[in-house]
Structures are given as C-alpha cells and as structure tokens.
C-alpha cells in the first residue's frame, strides 16, 4: 500500500495524481514534483531509499507548505520490485502524469538480480516495465502523460541497445552505455507515443532533458557515491560549470504540463542545450528511428515480460 504522508491536508480535492521517480534530494526530481505541488497535484515520490524519500518530502514542504505527498517504495533496477510497487500503487487510483526521472550516470559495470546491465536496467527496463503497469491507470486519469527524463548524452550512441541484454559488452564502455540508454529513452517515448495513439488511449508521451545540471548524479555513477573526497570534488567541479539542478527541472515541468502535442522533446535552448530558457529541442536521426524503436520495444517487452496493449 502507498503510504500518505501523516500531515497531508485531506480535506483538499486532489485534481491530479503525479508520480516522480527518483526523487533524491536537491536533485531534478525534488524540483519537478515541488513544481507540480506548487500547481496542486497529489505528488507520488518514487524511490528506493526510505528516508531519502522522507528528506525530499521535507523539503518539498518547507517550499510548499500545502503540498500533497506520499511515498512510494521502488527500485527500478529490480523488475520485481517494481512489479511490487506498481501494485500497490493501484491504491492511487487514477493518474494525471507519470514522470519516469530515476537514472544513473556511467556507473561501472553491475549486473542485477535479473542478469541484466545496471544502467540499462535502471534507465530503460524498470521505466518501461512501469510505464506499463500503470498505464490503465494513466488511461483512467484521462489526457494523461507519460514524460521520460533523457539527455545530450544520447548523442553518445551509435546504435540502438538491442544485443542480448543479459550478456556483457566487450569491452564495456560505460559512457557508450549510458548514451544507449538515453537514446533508449527516446526511442521509447516516440514508439510509446505512436502506439497509444494508434488504439486511441488517452495518453501522450513526452520527453525531456535538463541541460548540463547541478545534481549529484555524475559524482554518484563515476565513484559511487558522493560522500568522499574524490566524489566531493567532482561534484563540486560539475557545479561550478553547470545550472542548478531547480534551472534544470524546467524543461521537465514544461513537458509536463505545457501545452503539447505527444513525442515532443524539450530542453534547455541555450548553447549545446546545456543550460537556457526551456524549449523544443531536436536528437540525433538513431532517436528518430522507427525500425529501431519497433525492435527496441519488442525487445524491451520480452525482456521483462509484459505486452503493452
């Protein structure tokens, strides 16, 4: 069961349920659902550390005092943890938007419990298997979106992730994987947005990308965390050339409750997109492929087991 958080005003209507994964705190996904509880969305924060979802929610509050949240258990490197959570994220009943922002950044090689790449299985396979799990949910909220948090950094791969998922490339380029997996995400939101609309479901399927943006997310994938000297200093030198992590939310919130059509890709508009004022942005032509996207899909579909309809 999805757990409400114990001062949420429940005399307020609620007008639209928003999940965020991966909401750490000061990071993208803290600004993107403070944006939407400053707009008066339920807000679902979606993560897998407890008390990280607890110091998010705090601070979400100290910001918007009358937001609306709960907390939502998920671990989206693991398919049958995010099974368990979309289960018992049925008890949210309808939704208005599901915001798919959970990632990690070349990280070194880590296989999961289902054998699958961790990159992969955190930036590609857990949003896929979700996305799917919640869409009658999404289909119910009614004009619903589906907004996927890409990158620049997709312009890194020379091709589609469609090799076996469970065995290791060689050599393993953790940088090459990580632009799959983000060229991956949009690939995904574009054949997600083509299909919904073929059988008519009233969902659109947008994505976005934040620029060059201060989070901890390079720190965390190059040393595994960011408590240490070395991770400090690389935080610390990321920031120093990049937007806030608040300035990089925005292309996210646009996508979200801006006024656009599905496959939209919007981001920063400034130099390279790495910072500026939020607006449609264009990819590479492999993010454009349909053959790509098709084989994607019906890869993505095997490999954690489940038939969008």
């Given at each position: ?9 429940t ?21 993107v ?24 929610a ?21 398919l049958a ?80 992730p ?22 991956a ?9 083509r ?5 008519g ?5 947008l994505a ?20 240490g ?43 390279r ?26 890869l ?10």
């Amino acid at each position: 069961m999805v757990e409400p958080d114990s001062r949420r005003n429940t005399r307020h209507v609620v007008t639209s349920t928003s999940v965020v994964t991966g909401p750490s705190p000061g990071g993208l996904g803290q600004y993107v659902a403070a944006g939407l509880a400053r707009r008066g969305d339920r807000v679902v924060l979606a993560g897998r550390t407890r008390s990280r979802l607890e110091e998010t929610a705090a601070a979400i509050r100290a910001d918007v005092p009358r937001a609306r949240i709960e907390l939502l258990d998920l671990d989206l490197a693991e398919l049958a943890t995010v099974r368990s959570a979309a289960a018992r994220a049925a008890d949210l009943g309808p939704l208005g938007l599901l915001v798919n922002n959970a990632g990690v950044m070349a990280p070194p090689y880590t296989r999961t419990a289902d054998g699958l790449d961790l990159q992969m299985a955190t930036n590609h396979w857990g949003p896929f298997l979700l996305t799917g799990l919640l869409l009658p949910q999404l289909v119910a909220g009614g004009d619903s979106r589906v907004v996927t948090v890409s990158s620049v950094g997709h312009r890194l791969a020379r091709h589609a992730p469609l090799h076996d998922p469970r065995s290791k490339p060689h050599p393993y380029s953790r940088w090459a994987v990580y632009g799959q997996t983000k060229v991956a995400n949009l690939l995904f939101t574009f054949e997600l947005d083509r299909r919904l609309a073929a059988v008519g479901l009233p969902v659109r399927a947008l994505a976005a990308h934040p620029g060059l943006a201060g989070t901890h997310l390079f720190a965390n994938g190059q040393v595994g965390g960011f408590t240490g000297a070395v991770g400090s200093i690389l935080d610390a030198a990321q920031r120093a050339v990049s937007q806030s992590a608040a300035e990089g939310a925005r292309p996210v919130l646009m996508a979200a409750t801006a006024d656009l059509p599905g496959s939209t890709y919007v981001g920063p508009t400034g130099f390279r997109e790495a910072r500026g004022e939020p607006g449609l942005v264009g990819c590479s032509d492999l993010a454009r492929d349909p053959d790509a996207a098709r084989r994607l899909w019906e890869l993505s579909e095997e490999t954690v087991g489940l038939r969008y309809p």
